[in-house]
């Protein structure tokens, strides 16, 4: 069966850097892509980034851009993300999802078929 396992979460200092990663399995990760959302308490899940299956094109929602890379290791089978010069705001779980529908390439708005059971970022000022 479809599993994608966080990890990599935990507590940083504004302006710090954290790294997730997301092991992929029971589908074929290379052919897909794959998104990272998050939700902060209180608020609707929002799309953080995408990346289409070869990763040569990645997609970023505004408040990360220039801040979060998201890449892939398809031999790995591992999604990751990169988050630098965190900020207070970024505190939420962050989840790692795939379009198990749509193959390859990014949908926007962003739209997934299976999730992650999450990894908790904390952010402090």
């Known amino acids: 069966q479809v599993q994608l396992v966080e990890s990599g979460g935990g507590s940083g200092q ?11 399995s029971g ?6 892509a794959m998104y990272w959302f998050r ?3 209180g608020k609707e899940r929002e799309g953080v980034s995408c990346i289409t299956w070869t990763g040569s ?6 408040s990360v851009k220039g801040r979060f ?14 988050m ?3 900020k207070p705001e970024d ?9 198990l529908m749509y193959g390859g390439y990014c949908r926007k708005p ?3 078929t299976n999730w992650g059971q999450g990894t908790q970022v904390t952010v402090s000022s």
């Open 69 to 82: 890379t998201t890449s892939r290791d398809n031999v790995k089978n591992t999604l990751y993300l990169q």
């Open 39 to 41: 939700q902060a308490p």
């Open 91 to 99: 505190t939420a779980m962050y989840y790692c999802a795939a379009d």
């Open 27 to 32: 589908f074929s990760f290379s052919s897909n």
């Open 84 to 86: 630098d010069a965190l």
């Open 14 to 24: 504004s302006g710090g850097s954290l790294r997730l990663s997301c092991a992929a």
């Open 110 to 112: 962003p739209y997934a």
């Open 57 to 62: 094109t990645t997609y970023y929602t505004d």
